[in-house]
């Protein structure tokens, strides 16, 4: 681990950040494009998962060239491959829905934290389609003998994580049927779902659904295609909260401004606590600070709860955050986590099951030096950067995990904090 001393005090930013590509969909197409035999992936997202992912496939098989872009040829001979993901949630479930639809046998497992993280409803549901799985009471590691599935209708309760829908959809055209999936009971980030529909359309898949409930996909396979990939709502949410706490403007890009992307809810979450949110061409200056207490909803976007709640402490006392039911099944458990730091440097939580009330904010000002913990936790270690810039003397207990999804965040954030002011 290294410790990482976070600057501020700092108020009045004048700056900009450039946010990498999204991690959600250089996972998808990196899947969509092993399925289609082939396709180029531009201005992918370069960090730890999905390099991951990308090392993953190429072990299966699919050999994956990554410059500039990524690469990714028909599916030679391979077998036996045992398969390393890493931390990465995102990546295990979604190859493995691939994998059960692709001849040979295959192992994928992770780290610790990841064999702790559910797999099962996604497993069942490949049973049902047919596959042959072999698992560790529905966590990993997994292994897969590989073949062609008949595909057809089957249902899948998702519980945790949307992924596992994702997961079998990315398959489908594999299928000889198609798929026909019935979605029983409330769907977790459901907006992701649409991300994977739209890079299954980039890819020539036909995907059709019923609202939220029934999602068919046709037979007949993908081709390959060029991809780019948008940049990362989720990841500005960082450069986003900067502004809302330490005030003055902060713009933040490259973003597309129809994303469908879940997190782009961003906007509106935060223009409700006062703070000014300007669309540019590809871009989106934030004015702060936050001025009022504001409710959300986050039962659809849940990576965007830690930066938020760090807002939320550093408004007016009273927002309250719900929806945050599966946050502990994330990399950390982060409404545990991102509490416990927050109680740390003096915030007054009052805490549910799935909601959080703010009763008492951040203290502004230089304080004692306290330590906070990232928890291994890309978006925890990110979200007490921003803490520190109201609360200062914050050192975090390890900076590196940030890799994940943001490997140049420290020096994109040394670079935008430094432009703001100190207390005298």
């Not at 401004?257 to 509106?268: K, M, N, V, Y």
């Not at 709860?305 to 807002?311: G, H, K, N, Q, R």
């Not at 416990?340 to 000002?365: D, P, S």
């Not at 925890?380 to 803490?387: D, L, N, P, T």
Request: hydrophobic share 45%; with cysteine; glycine share 14%.
């Amino acid at each position: 681990m290294t410790a990482r001393r976070l600057p501020g005090p700092v108020s009045g930013l004048d700056g900009s950040m450039r946010v990498p590509g999204s991690k959600s969909l250089t996972n998808r197409a990196l899947i969509a494009a092993a399925a289609a035999g082939g396709g180029r992936i531009t201005g992918p997202l370069d960090c730890d998962d999905t390099r991951r992912l990308a090392a993953a496939l190429d072990r299966a098989g699919w050999p994956v060239g990554w410059g500039d872009d990524i690469t990714i040829g028909p599916r030679g001979p391979a077998t036996g491959a045992r398969l390393d993901l890493g931390g990465s949630g995102t990546g295990s479930r979604l190859i493995l829905g691939l994998l059960a639809c692709t001849p040979g046998s295959f192992t994928v497992d992770g780290s610790p934290r990841l064999r702790e993280r559910p797999m099962a409803p996604l497993l069942e549901a490949l049973r049902e389609l047919g596959a042959v799985v072999t698992d560790r009471d529905g966590f990993l590691p997994v292994e897969i003998a590989g073949r062609r599935l008949a595909g057809g209708r089957v249902g899948l309760r998702p519980e945790v994580s949307s992924q596992f829908v994702s997961s079998l959809l990315l398959a489908a055209p594999l299928m000889a049927g198609g798929l026909d999936l019935e979605v029983v009971g409330p769907v977790p980030s459901r907006p992701y779902l649409d991300l994977t529909a739209r890079v299954l359309e980039a890819f020539g898949g036909v995907v059709t659904h019923d609202g939220d409930r029934r999602w068919r996909v046709a037979p007949g396979g993908l081709r390959p295609a060029d991809y780019r990939v948008e940049g990362d709502w989720s990841a500005a949410a960082f450069p986003a909260a900067a502004a809302a706490v330490a005030g003055g403007s902060v713009t933040v890009g490259p973003l597309a401004l129809d994303s469908r992307q879940g997190d782009r809810a961003l906007c509106d979450i935060l223009a409700r606590a006062g703070v000014g949110v300007e669309a540019g061409v590809g871009t989106v200056r934030f004015t702060g600070p936050a001025v009022r207490p504001f409710d959300a909803d986050l039962a659809a976007t849940p990576d965007l709860f830690p930066a938020l709640i760090v807002v939320a402490a550093a408004a007016p006392a009273g927002s309250i955050l719900t929806g945050l039911d599966h946050l502990k099944h994330k990399e950390s458990d982060r409404l545990s986590v991102m509490v416990a730091n927050l109680t740390r440097i003096g915030v007054i939580v009052e805490r549910g099951a799935a909601t959080v009330r703010i009763v008492r904010g951040l203290a502004r000002g230089p304080g004692g030096e306290v330590t906070v913990g990232a928890s291994d936790d890309h978006r925890i270690a990110m979200a007490m950067a921003v803490a520190g810039l109201a609360s200062g003397g914050l050192v975090l207990d390890d900076d590196r995990c940030v890799g994940k999804s943001f490997p140049g965040f420290w020096r994109a954030w040394e670079d935008l904090v430094g432009g703001g002011r100190r207390p005298a």
